[in-house]
């Protein structure tokens, strides 16, 4: 058994015992390691923040656990599904959708999940990079195999965006809006960005990558200065430190009910849901598509995602790349 295999074994039995003591002869038994394994493997799981108790004649119980998205801890009581019922954590990585992609490009099962504490490549929508500090926000990508056909697959953006929303709300009780086409807004500020990538051939689909990150824990020294623009985390506008670990399995969970929802249903209450969260609905924009500029009134998204412009002359424009601007 791999080391942080064993770890990760370990962990996953004190999580399931809950109060419950367990003594070092019966994790080795349940393992099949030695006792010694198990001493070093608590000896690493104390190392990185887990307050582990040792009681003679009683064994080891779990007293505290740190924010660590560590794939057994995320998975604890996750009830999901297909998402997250394999997660890959990595405490450094260059970019959760390139690991995502490669575990595609291996076969990895549908559902799988990329964590990771830091990214030292992050990307965003048109190669601009996100900042990604770590042990603060949550980087995560999903690896999906849905039965659509590719020109479908830009739903899946809006999905994700409704899921984000969904959980942002959950866990602090505030209230986001989605700007068209991967973007989650506090108080008029980025909170969250997406960026889904697709393996596909004309008849069908191989994968895709649903990458999210989201700015939890963030304070203002840690964002860039050569921000597009303005960007914010949670923790800047409630005050209040958030539980990454509660609130990666809350966004897994909805990630999770909208995509069987989607897969039931289609498309449209995955788009109605959406469109309740975008505030520029019947307002002017101008959208900037790389040197041309379309200005007019927002009326909504297409079936494949295309923003929907009523522009002066009646005309309705259909968008699929672009910035978007409030006149």
Same mark, same amino acid.
């Given at each position: 058994m791999a080391e942080t295999g064993l770890r990760d074994q370990i962990l996953s039995l004190f999580l399931s015992a809950g109060d419950i003591f367990l003594s070092g002869e019966e994790i080795s038994q349940k393992l099949g390691v030695s006792r010694a394994a198990v001493w070093k493997h608590i000896g690493h799981l104390r190392e990185i923040g887990y307050a582990i108790e040792a009681?003679?004649?009683?064994?080891?119980?779990?007293? &505290?656990?740190? &924010?660590?998205? $560590?794939s057994m801890a995320v998975q604890a009581g996750l009830e999901t599904q297909c998402v997250g019922k394999r997660i890959e954590y990595?405490?450094?990585?260059?970019?959760? %959708?390139?690991?995502a992609q490669e575990l595609g490009e291996?076969?990895?099962?549908?559902?799988? *999940? /990329?964590? #990771?504490?830091?990214?030292?490549?992050?990307?965003?929508?048109?190669?601009? @990079?996100?900042?990604?500090?770590?042990?603060? %926000?949550?980087?995560?990508?999903?690896?999906?195999?849905?039965?659509?056909?590719?020109?479908?697959?830009?739903?899946?953006?809006?999905?994700? #965006?409704?899921? *984000?929303?969904?959980a942002v709300e959950a866990v602090s009780d505030v209230e986001v809006t989605v700007k068209w086409p991967n973007d989650i807004l506090l108080n008029g500020k980025k909170l969250a960005g997406l960026l889904n990538e697709i393996s596909a051939e004309? =008849?069908?689909?191989?994968? /895709?990558?649903?990458?999210?990150? *989201? %700015?939890? %824990?963030? @304070?203002?020294?840690?964002?860039? &200065?050569?921000?597009?623009?303005?960007?914010?985390?949670? $923790?800047? =506008? @409630?005050?209040? /430190?958030?539980?990454?670990?509660?609130f990666a399995q809350e966004l897994y969970r909805q990630l999770d009910r909208l995509y069987q929802l989607f897969c039931q249903q289609g498309f449209v209450p995955i788009r109605l849901a959406w469109e309740s969260l975008f505030a520029m609905i019947g307002t002017q924009v101008s959208v900037d598509c790389g040197g041309t500029v379309?200005?007019?009134?927002? =009326?909504?998204?297409?079936?494949?995602?295309?923003?929907? $412009?009523?522009?002066?002359?009646? =005309?309705?424009q259909e968008i699929y790349a672009g910035d978007v601007r409030p006149v």
């Open positions: 009681v003679p004649s009683r064994g080891y119980h779990l007293v &505290d656990q740190p &924010d660590l998205l $560590l990595f405490t450094t990585t260059d970019s959760t %959708n390139q690991r291996q076969g990895a099962e549908h559902g799988t *999940v /990329v964590i #990771a504490e830091m990214q030292r490549s992050g990307r965003g929508r048109m190669g601009r @990079t996100w900042s990604s500090p770590a042990g603060v %926000n949550l980087y995560t990508s999903v690896l999906l195999r849905p039965s659509i056909l590719p020109i479908q697959a830009a739903q899946l953006t809006f999905l994700s #965006a409704v899921a *984000v929303a969904r004309m =008849e069908g689909i191989h994968y /895709v990558v649903l990458g999210i990150g *989201v %700015n939890l %824990n963030m @304070t203002a020294e840690q964002f860039p &200065d050569d921000l597009r623009y303005p960007a914010t985390s949670l $923790l800047l =506008e @409630t005050g209040g /430190v958030v539980e990454r670990l509660r379309f200005t007019g009134a927002v =009326e909504g998204i297409a079936e494949d995602g295309a923003l929907l $412009l009523r522009l002066a002359s009646g =005309e309705q």
